[in-house]
């Protein structure tokens, strides 16, 4: 035989052909018209033999069968489809709904109560229409959710209003029944169905439409139509205004610098992901420990900072304290590799590190607030394990740590989620704020889409914009590489809560955190529920003092003093207290008029070691030179 010839056994030669290890780069095979003499170097073509398999020529590079080119045509389709979709993956919907269809279909007794439902309820309305029709005033037969205020006008209560949304609101009682209740259906895909259901029912509502709302029928009858004509021009301008990215209407009389963001202060440290602002004192003494507030990157850190008068930065420098500040840099594609420890370390560390060189000697009160706030304690709980003893203590606004229990935003977080905004997020290196958006807006619907649809669009209105709905549109972006590993490590795997999240290599544990905790968490938010919060009196073994105040997500926060109509609740828990579950908590905790502010303010002078003189501004010696005034320049980035 020629030594130049290569015997190729069938089972090799499969061997050679088999599919590769997922994950693992498939190693190049060498086709048989490329195998080479080894005395020339000169191609060698193989004869066919029989009994002998003949390896075939390699795809090339760019063929779909190398697997590269499948990825890549995967990642590119799915892209296109998840900006259709508004990043939500049409996989996840077709599960639930199998899920629930297959289990429906195997319960008869179910069918059965569900068909009778509907005949109740058709009796139900066609008594309550006759009786309607002949005595006004006669009670509804199904009275909307208390938070449901879309037919809480007279003019709903008059015929033949009464009995469209008396019929729709009985339809989505139907309809919460038909995808609840089921035996077999997994308990996420059952409310994960029944949110879906719930707002492609809210696109129904009459109150949608100019027929079948009789508060936007009477304007239109009142003003001649003008109403439509001027919720055109409306529409337009929003369309425009989003298409070529500017800012909502209004929005534009909040100037960051001018009339939000202007707290005195100096830009103390720049660097790649964040600049650090210290503010300039407003008393002659200050209380020993700064305070180092840590903003959620999923935004700009001026939320703390707005109008004078509800400036919660403005309010801490008045009451005596020495405020640092992170501003978070607005990524772009370049940054699309930047993970959870670079945030970490050019973030908290990094701010920790100027404050050593700035006011030596002096531990730091750190809050984090959101996405920060989760970040701040990944970095405490770094910091007890290494033993870095800086931080005087930590306070989280309407922060999570253990994700079980996420609110709505966790019906959006699963595997086959997860990988779709991946895929999505691929092409750019990061997050576009407004599909970021979109999942908020899914979520309050009524209130953040169909109210300003009825509102603006219909009725021809403009909600006039104040310095917090105007922060709202200065949106940021996320980096791939950070969103994916939060999604994953905390929402999808509760890496954090179950100590499975490593810093440096190691795992850390959030009982590691020794020091005293002030949490916060706002009794109507969506994004990181108050219940959720609560659960930091399962993890940190040291006091905690926790508030729940009235408001949301932003405006629980921003809740000064003098606010209106504002309330909270507030209890400390010491080492040794008994455990409290949040209802009961909740249920027994006195509710106290006003703003948290004073309160916080307060703890936080009880963990201060007194007062002395403000430190001074940067320190230039030590690397930490004035870099320019706040607000700053990333700030400043759209």
């Known amino acids: 035989m020629d030594m130049t010839e290569r015997v190729v056994p069938i089972a090799e030669a499969h061997e050679a052909t088999a599919m590769p290890v997922v994950g693992r780069p498939r190693a190049a095979a060498t086709p048989a018209a490329e195998v080479r ?61 199998f899920d629930w269809m297959v289990h429906l279909a195997i319960s008869p007794g179910k069918r059965l109560q569900l068909a009778e439902d509907a005949l109740r309820n058709a009796a139900r309305l066609g008594l309550y229409a006759g009786e309607s029709a002949v005595k006004p005033g006669t009670p509804p037969c199904v009275e909307p959710r208390p938070t449901d205020r879309r037919f809480a006008a007279e003019a709903w209560q008059r015929w033949p209003f009464n009995l469209i949304y008396q019929a729709f609101l009985l339809n989505q009682q139907w309809w919460n029944d038909a995808t609840t209740g089921i035996e077999g259906v997994s308990r996420r895909n059952e409310r994960s169905l029944s949110f879906t259901v719930r707002q492609a029912l809210d696109i129904a509502s009459p109150s949608n439409f100019i027929l079948t709302n009789p508060e936007i029928a009477q304007v239109t009858i009142e003003q001649g139509g003008r109403n439509l004509l001027k919720g055109l021009q409306n529409l337009v301008e929003d369309c425009e205004r989003t298409i070529t990215g500017q800012a909502p209407s209004g929005a534009d009389q909040f100037i960051v610098g001018q009339n939000v963001a202007i707290t005195p202060g100096k830009v103390v440290l720049q660097n790649r992901l964040m600049e650090l602002i210290q503010y300039a004192p407003s008393t002659e003494q200050v209380h020993a420990e700064p305070v180092l507030i840590v903003p959620a990157w999923i935004m700009k850190y001026y939320i703390l900072d707005l109008s004078p008068q509800n400036s919660l930065v403005k309010y801490l420098v008045d009451q005596g304290h020495t405020v640092f500040m992170i501003s978070w840099k607005n990524p772009g594609p370049d940054d699309r590799d930047l993970g959870m420890d670079d945030y970490r370390k050019l973030g908290v560390m990094a701010a920790l590190d100027a404050i050593a060189a700035i006011a030596p000697g002096r531990k730091v009160h750190a809050a984090g607030y959101c996405l920060g706030g989760t970040m701040l304690t990944i970095a405490a709980a770094t910091m007890g394990r290494d033993l870095d003893e800086r931080l005087a203590s930590m306070t989280l606004f309407a922060a999570q740590a253990d994700f079980t229990e996420a609110g709505e935003l966790m019906l959006f977080i699963n595997e086959s989620q997860i990988s779709y905004l991946e895929n999505l997020m ?54 791939y590489r950070m969103h994916s590993e939060y999604l994953r490590q905390l929402f999808l795997n509760n890496d954090l809560a179950e100590g499975r999240y490593c810093v440096e290599g190691r795992p850390i544990s959030i009982a590691d955190i020794r020091i005293p905790t002030f949490a916060v968490g706002t009794a109507a938010d969506h994004v990181a529920p108050w219940r959720s919060v609560f659960k930091t009196h399962l993890a940190l073994p040291g006091e905690l003092a926790f508030v729940l105040t009235s408001g949301g997500h932003n405006a629980g926060i921003v809740s000064e003093p003098g606010h209106q109509g504002r309330t909270y609740q507030f209890h400390v828990h010491q080492p040794n207290d008994r455990y409290v579950d949040p209802d009961t908590w909740r249920r027994e905790t006195p509710v106290l008029k006003g703003s948290w502010w004073p309160e916080w303010h307060r703890w936080l002078a009880r963990h201060s070691s007194g007062r002395t003189a403000p430190p001074p501004v940067g320190a230039p010696d030590n690397g930490y030179p004035v870099r320019g005034d706040a607000p700053g320049l990333y700030v400043r980035q759209s």
């Open 37 to 97: 003499n080894a005395a020339t170097a000169q191609p060698v073509q193989l004869p066919a033999a029989a009994g002998r398999t003949r390896i075939s020529p390699a795809k090339p590079p760019w063929s779909l069968a190398s697997g590269q080119g499948a990825l890549s045509l995967d990642r590119a389709f799915k892209a296109q489809l998840a900006r259709l979709t508004f990043g939500l993956s049409p996989a996840v919907l077709a599960e639930q709904t």
């Open 426 to 479: 691929w092409d750019r290196g990061y997050l576009d704020p407004y599909e970021m958006a979109g999942a908020f807006n899914i979520i309050r619907s009524n209130d953040l889409v169909w109210s300003r649809v009825i509102r603006e669009y219909l009725m021809g209105g403009r909600q006039p914009i104040n310095d917090l709905m105007a922060w709202n549109a200065d949106t940021t972006r996320l980096p």
